[in-house]
């Protein structure tokens, strides 16, 4: 990191951290737990984003340091949810990984396509030390059809949620993201169906953009168990729009890392995300390099919307401090 990096970082960013950050959306794989690897096949979606065949524990906490050198960091991880893994061994390899790592919260993917059984579950939930539920992404791409949360979670998932008050991370489907009527009375059903689970929408419901978060929001009125995370959410506005609806209880910092490691930031052009990075990143789908500008951490850039949107809104450095760590340990608090 050069130094000029760092002295924008002491300047900027560290000064509305609290002593310790939890990234409340992260992932660790090794490509051994995979069935194939996705871009060497044909499907459709699956050259949508191109990773690394590794990103261990070590890596993960690693890259949180290198963001926020100067803080204690943990994370709240999970595995590659993709069709392309195997279910009970990338689940051996999170839990070992978590468990040889401090700072480590892991999350069991999850969803009634990958077939597995209550005991199954159980047993992971049990010996694994698992804190909840990702939900499986039975799809490559972002091509996500007509899928309906519905789908997405089935009766033996919910049960378990809601007797256990397990955390339920959940990637809305359809192209119409949280705005769409569909996602919305999915979203709707699953708060209603599992009261006692802990509903975190990854990615803000993937509203990244100012017009889908203000066509969304509403939803979630009254919706106390669903709250959302903020990964590779970089638009302030977006933000402000949450915390004036759903207020800083219900949102959780979160990065998306290793995603958010990349240099550079998610901006809106026209009608869609694009992320700008420094050169030297795989091609991808929406993303241009360039090497004429300063960039840093995505991460960092994560905070510094909140910083933005905290500042507009008029919340206290409490419930900053809230977004950064205390309403995320509160959710992975076991009953
Ligand atoms: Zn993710």
Not at 202 to 207: K, P
């Amino acid at each position: 990191m050069t130094d000029t990096e760092h002295a924008y970082y002491l300047q900027e960013v560290a000064p509305i951290l609290p002593a310790t950050v939890l990234d409340f959306h992260t992932h660790t794989w090794s490509s051994d737990t995979w069935k194939e690897r996705p871009w060497e096949t044909d499907r459709e979606g699956a050259k949508y984003m191109v990773t690394d065949e590794r990103y261990s524990a070590e890596q993960l906490l690693a890259d949180g340091r290198a963001c926020f050198p100067d803080r204690d960091y943990q994370a709240v991880c999970f595995g590659y949810p993709s069709p392309a893994v195997d279910w009970a061994e990338d689940t051996k390899y999170v839990a070992e990984e978590a468990k040889r790592n401090r700072g480590l919260w892991p999350l069991v993917l999850a969803g009634p396509s990958l077939g597995v059984s209550r005991e199954g579950y159980e047993e992971a939930l049990d010996a694994g030390g698992f804190h909840g539920f990702k939900v499986f992404m039975n799809w490559y791409g972002d091509d996500y059809g007509d899928m309906r949360v519905e789908d997405m979670v089935g009766p033996t998932e919910r049960a378990l949620a809601n007797e256990r008050g397990l955390v339920m991370l959940l990637h809305v489907p359809r192209r119409g993201r949280l705005a769409d009527p569909v996602v919305q009375a999915g979203v709707r059903w699953l708060s209603a169906e599992c009261p006692r689970a802990k509903i975190v929408l990854a990615h803000c419901g993937r509203c990244y953009l100012p017009g889908e978060m203000k066509a969304a929001i509403a939803c979630l009125r009254g919706l106390d168990n669903v709250r959302m995370d903020t990964a590779m959410v970089m638009d302030p506005v977006v933000l402000q729009i949450a915390l004036n609806e759903i207020g800083p209880g219900r949102l959780v910092f979160g990065t998306d890392f290793p995603i958010a490691a990349m240099r550079g930031r998610r901006v809106q052009v026209w009608d869609h995300w694009v992320d700008v990075v420094l050169p030297g990143y795989p091609p991808s789908a929406f993303r241009v390099e360039g090497d004429n500008y300063h960039a840093g951490y995505m991460a960092r850039e994560i905070v510094l919307a909140i910083r933005w949107a905290a500042d507009m809104v008029g919340i206290s450095d409490a419930e900053r401090d809230g977004i950064f760590h205390d309403n995320g340990m509160a959710l992975l608090k076991k009953e």
